[in-house]
T-cell receptor, first 114, second 113 residues
Framework: ETGVTQSPTHLIKTRGQQVTLRCSSQ?????VSWYQQALGQGPQFIFQ???????GRGNFPPRFSGLQFPNYSSELNVNALELDDSALYLC?????????????FGPGTRLTVL | GDSVTQMEGPVTLSEEACLTI???????????LFWYVQYPGEGLQLLLK?????DKGSNKGFEATYRKETTSFHLEKGSVQVSDSAVYFC????????????FGQGTRLTINP
């Protein structure tokens, strides 16, 4: 069983640019959540997709957007990058929506904004 | 809103020492509680969970008990190993709407041989 994969591993962008991060969910999982983890902090919830629809959003501005595809893989897009967007971006997949279900995390994409 | 507060780190212990990492939470309703571990260069892995009051989660010698009366979920291990060196995150999952996890700030644990 393939786990959650994310690409790219590392990315360097400059302020004002746009970035797309990708996530492949674990086989059989139809829910993908994205988190931002700043250095030395716990992950912060960005948004969640369930069966291709957004199913909840954290306290992030609209320039953070996403998609989920029919195969349940997902993209996170960030427009007009700011220095504070530098962080590790984590994707997690799970089966269904119950809060007790384990979320399986990918290794993350390290984004640096200069 | 919901929140999780963890013991400040870093924590440094000798091998075979006892470990406790404190975690308290604030939530409406009855969240599920989790401990995740992040080894160097790796993603988060679920260590253990508890879904209702007085439940005890356990895995790899680690334990934590869901204490509703004190809103706590402290992580304990009787004898730590060098391989336990990692960052530990306490988290809760609200059962309303999105299945989002709310994390504490993490506690870095280093075990010396």
């Amino acid at each position: 069983e393939t786990g959650v994969t994310q690409s790219p591993t590392h990315l360097i962008k400059t302020r004002g640019q746009q970035v797309t991060l990708r996530c492949s969910s674990q086989s059989g999982h139809n829910t993908v959540s994205w988190y931002q983890q700043a250095l030395g902090q716990g992950p912060q919830f960005i948004f969640q997709y369930y069966r291709e629809e957004e199913n909840g959003r954290g306290n992030f501005p609209p320039r953070f957007s996403g998609l989920q595809f029919p195969n349940y893989s997902s993209e996170l897009n960030v427009n007009a990058l700011e220095l504070d967007d530098s962080a590790l971006y984590l994707c997690a997949s799970s089966r269904g929506l119950a809060g007790n279900n384990e979320q399986f995390f990918g290794p993350g994409t390290r984004l640096t904004v200069l | 809103g919901d929140s999780v507060t963890q013991m400040e780190g870093p924590v440094t212990l000798s091998e075979e020492a006892c470990l406790t990492i404190n975690c308290t939470y604030t939530a409406t309703g009855y969240p599920s509680l989790f401990w995740y571990v992040q080894y160097p260069g790796e993603g988060l892995q679920l260590l253990l969970k508890a879904t209702k009051a007085d439940d005890k989660g356990s895995n790899k010698g680690f334990e934590a008990t869901y204490r509703k009366e004190t809103t706590s979920f402290h992580l304990e291990k009787g004898s730590v190993q060098v391989s336990d060196s990692a960052v530990y995150f306490c988290a809760l999952s609200d059962l309303k709407g999105a299945q989002k996890l709310v994390f504490g700030q993490g506690t870095r644990l280093t075990i010396n041989p």
